[in-house]
């Protein structure tokens, strides 16, 4: 999914050692997946919030590992009260009952809220997108679509596809012409799944694969490839470092949240409410995306953004026309299927 940091110690050590202990009176946890991602939300939610509640807050950075949560709340012991997670972990979480059911419409202002933020048991924390990313530098004319990505007679040279099937599917039909709001409608029938990876056959010998967020900069900056997909903070990340040459075309963009859920059990439930609650608000929305570029979830605080900082979130009027929201209800039914025929195809 997006950029993730390398995993800090207190995210290994501290969470386990306060599995060993008794539950008690304790300070506000918040779990996120650290790095850029984890400074931002430091200077845009923890800080404000602790300092207008007067609650001190502990933040940990982890790398997803739901395994970790779920002994919490197995052990009726749950030390983190405010956690991060990707759409996969949300939905699979809710069913399991690791995470508490709650109903943020009842709790939020839904119409605030953009679509697809609020969930039964979680709410979003961001927008992120995977998006085409390209070196500036190596192409004489911008590309504009994923049927560019595959025209390798127009736009020479090797790209880069994250190693699996999610979002390369989706990518696939739309370089076929199958229009965004179309794409899961074709994708949920055996011929177009048979249409996308006929479309990936055509690309496959000019295909470099990646697996961590962090490989496409360098792979476009290193000119391994002159396009990749990309997620858009990571390119963002590049160019604040000074790597200017690298691009972002929006179109076709596949865009998803990061949402905080809470774990079952926690002594801290009220407590993790009010601090999601405050993340979710327009001003805390709008003084993140400052600091990285994910989209807001408060439609407010998208209109309180300056013209430099919406040119770069994923959900901006601009970026999100023909863009795609992943589907996660598509992706529950039919990942693991799709994750086995790809694997397949991919060590042909």
């Keep these: 999914m997006k950029p993730r940091s390398l995993l800090v110690a207190l995210a290994l050590s501290a969470p386990l050692a306060m599995l060993a202990q008794p539950t008690q009176a304790r300070d506000l ?13 430091l200077a845009a939610f923890i800080k404000p919030f602790e300092a207008e509640s007067g609650k001190k807050v502990i933040p940990v950075a982890y ?36 995470y508490e059911k709650i109903d943020w419409t009842k709790i939020l ?20 997108s995977t998006v085409l990313a390209y070196n500036g530098d190596a192409l004489k004319t911008a590309p504009t679509s994923w049927a560019d990505f595959w025209n390798v007679k127009k ?11 999610h979002y390369n599917l989706e990518f696939a039909l739309m370089a076929d012409g199958v229009a965004p709001q179309d794409v899961y409608k074709v994708l949920a029938t055996p011929a177009g799944v048979d249409r996308a990876f006929k479309k990936l056959d055509e690309l496959k010998p000019n295909i470099q694969w990646w697996e961590a967020g962090a490989q496409p900069p360098q792979m476009l ?22 790597r200017k040459n690298l691009k972002i075309s929006w ?39 400052q600091h990285i570029a994910y989209g807001p979830i408060s439609k407010k605080a998208i209109g309180m953004l300056s013209p430099d900082v919406l ?5 901006s009027p601009a970026n999100a026309k023909g863009a795609l929201f992943n589907n996660l209800e598509f992706w529950t039914d039919h990942g693991e299927e799709l994750e086995q025929r790809f694997t397949a195809w991919a060590a042909r």
Excluded at 29 to 41: I, K, L, M, S, Y
Excluded at 223 to 232: F, I, K, L, Q
């Design 155 to 165: 736009f020479p040279g090797k790209r880069g596809l994250r190693k699996g099937a």
């Design 29 to 41: 946890t918040v779990v996120n997946f650290g790095g850029a991602n984890g400074d931002a939300q």
């Design 251 to 289: 179109p076709g963009s596949v865009y998803d949240f990061d949402y905080w859920v809470i774990p079952t059990g926690s002594a801290n439930k009220q407590q993790a409410i009010d601090f999601v609650k405050y993340a979710a608000s327009p001003k805390a929305q709008a003084a993140y995306s």
């Design 63 to 98: 790398n997803g590992e739901q395994a970790k949560v779920k002994a919490m709340v197995q052990a009726h012991n749950v030390v983190w009260d405010a956690v991060e997670v990707e759409t996969g972990d949300l939905g699979r979480g809710c069913d399991e009952g690791t």
């Design 311 to 315: 040119a770069k979130v994923p959900n």
């Design 109 to 128: 202002d839904k119409n605030d809220m953009v679509p697809g933020a609020l969930k039964y048991c979680g709410v979003g924390t961001f927008v992120w």
């Design 221 to 242: 900056a290193a000119g391994d490839v002159v396009m990749s997909s990309a997620y858009n903070g990571r390119i963002d990340a590049a160019q604040r470092e000074g």
